[in-house]
């Protein structure tokens, strides 16, 4: 049986931590050729704005898998940004008008291989999606294969159009096209499936607690805790939205 637990942080809280489950994502997708992810090129763990949701082995502490939200603002881009960047000059400028009510990115997604069955990738876009309202981000982002892109419409997403070529452009590399998704109200949650938005959420309501998921003959327990810190310690999330834009347009 497995054992496993998830932990909700702001991630300069944690930088060791965050840094052994970045180079442990990055070695997942050099096994399938995705190296130029951005959401895994850079220094994520030193942002004040980004959360992770951590996925580790209970005794070991090996991380095995995780997801981020990354909140829009003090000047640093989301990975959506980065990806944009070489094909649409306008990422920036459009993503600012979503600020006064708060957005930002789910992003960074991954699960260990010995993992595959258990289907915790979608558990950890759950709690991720959970973790939102916590952090006021009543819009969000994210990016996705684009043949997967049902899927994650089944979890509140709806496809995007405003960008690159109607939402979709080739990305991470030659031969692969991705998909940009936005969440617009990550309170409701109106187009996810009613499955979807009931375990979204319990997580928001009972972000302590244990499950149990089994793949064939194996059980694999799964520990979380998906309570952040109090606002003290997120600066940068408590700042009026017309503070973040005046930053952000200071960048440009």
């Known amino acids: 049986m497995f ?9 300069p809280d944690v930088v060791g931590n965050c840094r052994r489950h970045a180079a442990a994502h990055a070695r997942v997708l050099a096994l399938h050729g995705l190296g130029k992810v951005t959401s895994a090129r850079h220094a994520w763990w030193r942002n ?21 939200l990354q909140r829009w603002g003090n000047g ?3 990975p959506l940004e980065r990806a944009l960047a070489s094909v649409d ?16 990115e789910l992003c960074g997604l991954w699960c260990a291989p010995e993992l595959r069955g258990f289907r915790l990738g979608l558990v950890l876009t759950r ?14 982002f994210a990016l996705c294969d684009s043949s997967k892109a049902a899927n994650n419409c089944a979890l509140g997403f709806t496809e995007d159009r405003t960008l690159a070529q109607r939402g979709s452009f080739e990305y991470p590399r030659p031969g692969l096209r991705a998909q940009v998704l936005k969440v617009p109200d990550t309170w409701r949650l109106s187009e996810a499936t009613h499955e979807n938005r009931a375990a979204i959420g319990y997580y928001r309501d009972a972000p ?9 003959d194996t059980i694999l327990e799964l520990a979380r805790d998906l309570r952040l810190a109090p606002p003290q310690r997120m600066p940068e999330c408590v700042l009026s939205e017309r503070s973040q ?3 952000a347009q200071t960048v440009q």
């Open 127 to 140: 709690m991720g999606l959970a973790l939102a309202t916590q952090l006021r981000a009543h819009t969000l």
């Open 208 to 216: 302590l607690g244990t499950e149990r998921f089994r793949h064939g």
């Open 89 to 104: 000059p306008q990422a920036h400028a459009w993503l600012a008008c979503f600020a006064d009510r708060g957005v930002g």
């Open 3 to 11: 054992e496993l637990v998830v932990r909700a942080y702001c991630a």
């Open 48 to 68: 004040p704005n980004t959360f992770a949701l951590l996925l580790e082995d209970a005794k070991s502490g090996e991380a095995l898998g995780g997801v981020r």
């Open 76 to 78: 640093e881009a989301l």
């Open 245 to 247: 834009r005046s930053m």
